[in-house]
């Protein structure tokens, strides 16, 4: 399953239908994000999906734009926060050991940097527990 909206153009304007934004809000409530949204947001979607449900379609550019990013928002999972967590940390170590030199004499760290289960890995350890800045 797609964790975005699939935005169709129709003729040079991009189109939303009621089957994309239900979608997008039933896997939201599945995995937990549409308890995170904020309450104009939640407001703002369902009417859209109500909208739709009765027009068929959304077609104004900013419109589509906010309910992208909302259900962008909808569709992270927590292993993508934790990936995305990880590559963060991955980008700073990185910069910081080519300053200092350090792959000169480590230079399976720039393999290790490199290797999806090790990003998953700095991810799942760049917060302390108790921080819940990834949960976000």
Known sequence: ???ELTIV???RFPVLSYVE???CWRRGLRNGNWHRLGLMEKIFYRAAV???KIESKITSNRI???L???A???GTTISKRILEAGMERARVIFTKFEEKAVFEWAPQLKTWLMDARYIFWLGLNSQPP???QIAQ
């Open 1 to 3: 399953m797609k964790s």
């Open 9 to 11: 153009n129709e003729g």
């Open 50 to 52: 109500l909208y739709t």
């Open 130 to 132: 108790y921080n819940s």
């Open 68 to 70: 992208k990013c909302i």
């Open 21 to 23: 934004l239900s979608t």
């Open 72 to 74: 962008q928002k909808l």
């Open 64 to 66: 589509v734009a906010q």
